[in-house]
């Protein structure tokens, strides 16, 4: 069996000192680009791999960036999470990326992880937390970015979308076009689709068209199936004019079941979707949807991190609102509504 590399190995094949190489594996940024390139040509051919616990009890810093998602298997995430890692591991920083699953005690518990890995950064989707892990997450002093969402009273910076605005924006977008019946599809009841849902109703009771009998759901997780199941319930009450889908996978299946069923789409019933995901521009008909700009804010969330890592500040406040907009396609009428941001 062939014996184990260490550092001294790399240090030996680079012409370094072991210090040097203990240095820039640390901090690539502090030393130039021709001896990083010699150290990281070492460290490859001889498969070289760091000893991350010796690394953290030596230096006060992890280099790790902890990442809070509900679900790592809906691709509403998938954006977010790319540009994260776009911002981080250019300068050195590895994302630890955990789910919830939609559990705030889960959460919790991720939260806990987390911060006994030494994280210099936690990012979570959501700002609703058990009393515990807010505590925790303000007791930790390091940045605490709170993301999809606004807050009211937010941890540290604030990331994200007024949910209920983008929900009430959107339906009453088809209630202004002439729709007087407007349906809305819903999956599971997590806190963002919760907010979208109050928005849809608020804008129907302020119309005066609210309805029971309107809104549909079933407590699955959300995908094209679903939608089709979902769509499938107003058969019994009669189908609505249009419908707001709370994303574009209920959309996606809410417009094939309509198909399915001889219903023309937009002609006799207008389907709306949301967070515009890539499939939106390629179905057929063309889905329209409310698109949130969930690259940007992944984006934004990793650089509000790296500005107070870098200023040494640890903990900061601040609310970025970064707004939504209506992408009209054949699914529906043109229409025309931008939220703030």
Same mark, same amino acid.
């Given at each position: 069996?062939?014996?184990?590399?260490?550092?001294?190995d790399?240090?030996?094949?680079?012409?370094?000192?072991?210090?040097?190489v203990?240095? +820039?594996?640390?901090? !690539?940024?502090?030393?130039?680009?021709?001896?990083? &390139?010699?150290i990281?040509?070492?460290?490859?051919?001889?498969?070289?791999?760091?000893?991350? %616990?010796a690394?953290? $009890?030596?230096?006060a810093?992890?280099?790790?960036?902890?990442v809070?998602? !509900?679900?790592?298997y809906?691709?509403i995430?998938?954006?977010y999470?790319? *540009?994260?890692?776009?911002?981080f591991?250019?300068v050195g920083?590895?994302?630890?990326v955990? =789910?919830?699953?939609? @559990?705030? #005690?889960e959460?919790?518990?991720?939260?806990?992880?987390?911060?006994g890995?030494?994280?210099? *950064?936690?990012?979570?989707?959501?700002?609703n937390?058990?009393d515990?892990? /807010?505590?925790?997450l303000?007791q930790?002093?390091?940045?605490?970015?709170?993301?999809?969402? $606004?807050?009211?009273?937010?941890?540290g910076?604030?990331?994200?979308?007024?949910q209920?605005r983008?929900?009430?924006?959107?339906?009453?977008?088809?209630?202004? +076009?002439?729709?007087?019946r407007?349906?809305?599809?819903?999956?599971?009841?997590?806190?963002?689709?919760? #907010?979208?849902?109050?928005?849809?109703e608020?804008?129907?009771?302020d119309?005066?068209?609210? @309805?029971?009998?309107?809104?549909?759901?079933?407590?699955q997780?959300?995908?094209?199936?679903l939608?089709?199941?979902?769509?499938?319930?107003?058969?019994?009450?009669g189908?609505?004019?249009?419908?707001?889908?709370?994303?574009? =996978?209920? %959309?996606?299946?809410?417009?094939?079941?309509?198909?399915?069923l001889?219903l023309?789409?937009?002609d006799?019933i207008?389907? &709306?979707?949301?967070?515009?995901?890539?499939?939106?521009a390629?179905?057929?008909?063309?889905? @329209?949807?409310? *698109?949130?700009?969930?690259?940007?804010?992944?984006?934004?969330? %990793?650089?509000q991190?790296?500005?107070?890592?870098?200023?040494?500040?640890?903990?900061?406040?601040?609310?970025?609102?970064?707004?939504?907009?209506?992408?009209? /396609?054949?699914?529906?009428?043109?229409?025309?509504?931008?939220?703030?941001?």
């Open positions: 069996m062939s014996r184990k590399i260490t550092l001294d790399v240090a030996k094949l680079a012409r370094v000192s072991p210090i040097t203990s240095r +820039a594996l640390r901090n !690539p940024q502090i030393v130039s680009e021709e001896l990083r &390139l010699r990281d040509n070492a460290v490859k051919k001889l498969g070289y791999v760091p000893n991350i %616990a690394s953290r $009890l030596a230096s810093r992890s280099h790790a960036i902890g809070i998602v !509900p679900t790592l809906n691709v995430f998938s954006e999470l790319q *540009a994260l890692h776009e911002v591991l250019p920083f590895q994302v630890v955990v =789910n919830s699953r939609y @559990s705030l #005690e959460e919790e518990n991720a939260v806990r992880t987390l911060l890995q030494r994280v210099e *950064a936690i990012i979570v989707v959501g700002v937390h058990t515990l892990t /807010r505590r925790l303000q930790s002093r390091i940045p605490v970015i709170e993301t999809f969402q $606004l807050a009211q009273e937010p941890i910076i604030n990331i994200g979308l007024d209920v983008a929900g009430y924006d959107a339906t009453s977008s088809l209630i202004k +076009a002439g729709y007087r407007v349906g809305f599809l819903m999956g599971n009841r997590d806190e963002r689709a919760t #907010e979208r849902r109050r928005g849809y608020r804008a129907m009771e119309a005066g068209l609210a @309805s029971p009998s309107l809104m549909k759901s079933q407590q997780s959300s995908s094209i199936a939608g089709a199941r979902v769509m499938a319930q107003f058969k019994q009450d189908f609505p004019e249009a419908v707001f889908c709370i994303d574009d =996978n209920l %959309a996606l299946g809410a417009m094939q079941e309509c198909m399915r001889g023309r789409v937009p006799d207008a389907i &709306l979707g949301f967070h515009d995901l890539e499939f939106a390629f179905a057929s008909p063309t889905l @329209s949807s409310i *698109a949130t700009h969930r690259y940007e804010m992944g984006k934004i969330a %990793a650089e991190a790296l500005r107070l890592l870098n200023r040494g500040a640890g903990t900061g406040q601040d609310v970025i609102d970064i707004g939504y907009e209506l992408v009209c /396609r054949q699914s529906t009428p043109d229409m025309s509504i931008a939220g703030p941001g």
